[in-house]
């Protein structure tokens, strides 16, 4: 079993919609969860960080954290053609982060 | 400021040399870390240093992979022999000593013909 999954993408929505990524992950003692954007060619950027149950809202991007559940999602609202990039969910192991293998997501101008 | 550099950006070399890759972490950051990202395939964890602790090698695929962190804040990356599955983007990144928040560079994609 992966330590870190995300929904299979690619995940294709129109201009203005919301998009949902989905993650969950393995180890029950994990307390740092994140999210990062990597547009094609171009390295890791994180956009999210949540550490605590229930919703983190940072302009147009949500991250909600399900500790019970070993669930983190990431909703992106108002869609845009420059949110089209690969979003990795990453959750610490220790020290280090486990990454998804990540959800590639297209904005449909 | 300024974020995480790497150099070289681009690294093409033949099968069998030696090759150093090298990071400069964002400053203040203690811990650094090394990636490695191929092709389709997820970020795989290398290395890690923080402080002047004995650095994590737990990652490192194979005795021809090496690393060391100087004076607490560039790490150089060496890879002896390489073969030509050595081929990827080496990712670095650095945080702060009391976070998880890694903050990447723009990596290093070497290429072993």
């Known amino acids: 079993q992966k330590e870190v999954e995300q929904n299979s993408g690619p995940l294709s929505v129109p201009e203005g919609a919301i998009a949902s990524l989905n993650c969950t992950y393995s180890?029950?003692?994990?307390?740092?969860f994140f999210w990062y954007r990597q547009y094609s060619g171009k390295s890791p950027e994180l956009i999210m960080s949540i550490y605590s149950n229930g919703d983190k809202e940072d302009g147009r991007f949500t991250a909600q954290l399900n500790k019970a559940s070993q669930y983190v999602s990431l909703l992106i609202r108002d869609s845009q053609p420059s949110d089209s990039a690969t979003y990795l969910c990453?959750?610490?192991?220790?020290?280090?982060?486990?990454f998804g293998a990540g959800t590639t997501v297209t904005v449909r101008a | 400021g300024a974020g995480v550099s790497q150099s070289p950006s681009n690294k093409v070399t033949e099968k069998g040399k030696d090759v150093e890759l090298r990071c400069d972490p964002i400053?203040?950051?203690?811990?650094l870390y090394w990636y490695r990202q191929s092709l389709g395939q997820g970020l795989e964890f290398l290395i890690y240093f923080q402080g002047n602790s004995a650095p994590d090698k737990s990652g490192l695929p194979s005795d021809r992979f090496s690393a060391e962190r100087t004076g607490g804040s560039v790490s150089t990356l060496t890879i002896q022999r390489t073969q030509q599955e050595d081929s990827a983007v080496y990712l670095c990144a650095s945080s702060r000593g009391d976070s998880y928040e890694q903050y990447f560079g723009p990596g290093t994609r070497l290429t072993v013909t």
């Open positions: 990453a959750v610490n192991s220790d020290y280090k982060l486990s």
């Open positions: 400053s203040g950051h203690t811990a």
């Open positions: 180890d029950r003692v994990s307390q740092s």
